[in-house]
Nanobody
Framework: QLQAYGGGLVQAGGSLRLSCPASGLTFGNYVMGWFRQAPGKERDFVAAINWSGSNTFYSDSVKGRFTISRDNAKNTVYLQMNSLKPEDTAVYYC????????????????????WGQGTQVTVSS
């Protein structure tokens, strides 16, 4: 089970930190990812991290502004979002996908087995 927390309303240029604690799975065996979905649009990849945290990947739209991290001792993945823009407004979802190698990382949402309830992020201009 996954549940994303930490969304809210923020002005452009501000920051938010999302967290997603996981339960019911062996957290260290999973790639963790963040996706987002704006109204009327598809759910898009934002960031992903491998099981150990040594490998990360970001969409071009958030690279340099967002940072994904994980704490395997707390079974939690985080998304630090800085320099937020109105176009970052969306519902943000965390997801877990089974890892098969130590460097596995996924951008395709079909690779993810478990999804959390989303959290709304709204950035005002």
């Amino acid at each position: 089970q996954l549940q994303a927390y930490g969304g809210g309303l923020v002005q452009a240029g501000g920051s938010l930190r999302l967290s997603c604690p996981a339960s019911g799975l062996t957290f260290g065996n999973y790639v963790m990812g963040w996706f987002r979905q704006a109204p009327g649009k598809e759910r898009d990849f934002v960031a992903a991290i491998n099981w150990s945290g040594s490998n990360t990947f970001y969409s071009d739209s958030v690279k340099g502004r967002f940072t994904i991290s994980r704490d395997n001792a707390k079974n939690t993945v985080y998304l630090q979002m800085n320099s937020l823009k109105p176009e970052d407004t969306a519902v943000y979802y965390c997801a877990a996908g089974r890892a098969y190698t130590s460097m596995d990382i996924y951008t395709d949402r079909r690779k993810y087995d478990y999804w959390g309830q989303g959290t709304q992020v709204t950035v005002s201009s």
